[in-house]
Every structure is written in structure tokens, then in C-alpha cells.
């Protein structure tokens, strides 16, 4: 179950960073969560747990496909765990969905090639992060992923 924390971690903060390089969208809050996910991306490759802490909100979660719940502290000792080395966090069809400017969900495909244990796992996964601004500030309040079948 932690790998699946782990790609279902590296999937939540991935796909905004490719994003936020080549995306303008004239719409600024939907620039700001781009920027703000790929930060939180940066943060989880470099195991920034003081970052991804003050990007996410006290009660975030997790859910996985299995439907298991991760509350924060588990979500940040999992992303301090450096057993996993990524090599790849590609996101496909990234979207940003903003309600009243203080609620929004992004969406995407996310492909992630990591090293765990001396193996490779390559995966893609969907999935979607919801965004809350609490008292001014965005905060990540929830994620929910699941892996894609491999295409035949």
C-alpha cells in the first residue's frame, strides 16, 4: 500500500509543473493553482515536508483507489520517505475548474516512472486535487487517485 501512496503522491503533485511551463491561460486563478501545484510538485521531488506542509490544509486527505483514507501526517511522512527515487512525472490533459474564487479542482493524466527496490514501476493515473483559498491563501484540502489499465 505505500507504493501506492507514493505514486498516488507523486501523481497529486505532479502534473502542474510541466503545465505551468507551456500553459497561459489569461485566467489568473487558474495560473496561480498551475503555479501552486507545481510547487507543490517541486516540493514533494525534493522531499520539502515544511513546504507541502504549509500548502496543504490541517484536515487534507487522501483517498486511494482502494478507498483508504490518509490524513496529512501520513501523506507528509510518506513524501520524507526517500526509498522511491522518480524519474517521471509527465501529466496529460491537465484542467483547472474554479468556483466563486475560492473553490477549484484540478484534473489530469499523470504519467510517473519511479525506482523502488531496485525495480521500475510505470504507471499512468488519474486524477483530481481540490483547492480551497482559506483565509486568502489556496490550500490543498483533498486528493483522490486512481491507476489507469495499460492501453492494449
Not at 81 to 92: C, F, G, K, L
Not at 112 to 120: C, F, H, I
Request: proline residues 3%; negative net charge.
Amino acid at each position: 500500500m505505500k507504493r501506492f501512496v507514493r505514486v498516488v503522491l507523486a501523481c497529486l503533485c505532479a502534473a502542474p509543473l510541466a503545465a505551468s511551463a507551456s500553459v497561459e491561460t489569461r485566467d489568473p486563478i487558474a495560473d496561480e493553482l498551475i503555479r501552486l501545484n507545481a510547487t507543490l510538485q517541486i516540493a514533494t521531488k525534493n522531499y520539502d515536508i515544511v513546504e507541502l506542509k504549509d500548502l496543504t490544509s490541517e484536515d487534507y486527505e487522501l483517498v486511494s483507489a482502494s478507498g483508504k483514507v490518509y490524513d496529512r501526517a501520513a501523506f507528509l511522512a510518506d513524501a520524507a520517505d526517500r526509498s522511491a527515487v522518480y524519474e517521471m512525472n509527465e501529466p496529460e490533459d491537465v484542467a483547472v475548474h474554479h468556483y466563486n474564487d475560492d473553490a477549484a479542482v484540478v484534473t489530469a493524466v499523470l504519467h510517473v516512472r519511479y525506482r523502488l527496490e531496485g525495480k521500475t514501476v510505470d504507471v499512468r493515473i488519474r486524477y483530481g486535487d481540490t483547492w480551497v483559498k482559506l483565509d486568502g491563501k489556496w490550500r490543498y484540502v483533498y486528493g483522490e487517485a486512481s491507476p489507469m489499465k495499460a492501453a492494449n
